[in-house]
């Protein structure tokens, strides 16, 4: 079975800095990848997703962009952090056709982000 | 997912049989309902999921109703070591995964 290697696991920075999260998977190929962040009282909330390298889809507008250079490679990016950009943001991958709703999709074990 | 609701706590004694509902009314017919656990500082952990039959694994079982409005996830022998936040989801085509609030199960020695 796949796993979903994610780091820093904790990161503090200022509003106003940059960002880079990378998120790496190994045991499958081809997979489709997903970033999620989970706010406190909100719920788990799909920012992107991708099903192949460079193929990138974007579920709401936002300051942060993600780009997929190989594979098995996912990255999360911002050029300027806000406020409100805090939270728990995790990195999921699937395996099989995009649209077959009965693959599950697996979970890293999250970065957590504090912007001050 | 507003349109998913849990009990926001629940309490089991270790060795029992923990049973955690889960309402999603308005799901669509080709949604299955999944569920997740999450320790804290840690990602969600799949547990199970099913479009409308019962399922087991070696994990849990799946209880879904006939009308699929609600479902409940059995955890047949709970140990200390599940207590967590349950989260109760679904997802459909359009491949996006959608959780509910979750139920803190806290397992009691």
């Known amino acids: 079975s796949q796993t979903i290697h994610q780091w820093p696991a904790t990161l503090v920075q200022p509003v106003g800095s940059p960002l880079s999260l990378e998120c790496t998977v190994e045991?499958?190929?081809?997979?489709?990848l997903y970033w999620y962040r989970q706010a406190a009282g909100r719920g788990l909330q799909l920012l992107f997703y991708?099903?192949?390298?460079?193929?990138i889809s974007s579920e709401v507008p936002q300051n942060l962009s993600a780009s997929r250079p190989q594979d098995r490679q996912f990255i999360l990016s911002s050029k300027k952090l806000l406020l409100s950009d805090s939270g728990f943001y995790l990195c999921?991958?699937?395996?099989?056709?995009?649209?077959?709703?009965?693959?599950?999709?697996?979970f890293g074990d999250g970065t957590r982000l504090s912007i001050l | 997912d507003a349109k998913t609701t849990q009990p926001t706590s629940m309490d089991c004694a270790e060795g029992r049989a923990a049973n955690l509902p889960c309402n999603h009314s308005?799901?669509?017919?080709?949604?299955?309902v999944y569920w997740y656990r999450q320790i804290h500082s840690q990602g969600p952990q799949y547990i199970i999921h099913?479009?409308?039959n019962n399922e087991t694994n070696e994990m849990a079982s799946l209880i879904i109703t006939e009308d699929r409005k609600s479902s409940t996830l059995i955890l047949p022998h709970a140990t200390l070591r599940d207590t967590a936040v349950y989260y109760c989801?679904?997802?459909?085509?359009?491949?996006?995964?959608?959780f509910g609030k979750g139920t803190l199960l806290t397992v009691n020695p």
């Open positions: 999921a991958c699937s395996v099989g056709p995009f649209t077959r709703s009965n693959q599950p999709q697996h």
């Open positions: 045991g499958t190929s081809n997979p489709n």
């Open positions: 991708s099903v192949g390298i460079g193929q």
């Open positions: 308005t799901i669509s017919g080709n949604e299955y």
């Open positions: 099913g479009l409308k």
């Open positions: 989801g679904k997802r459909g085509s359009n491949y996006k995964l959608t």
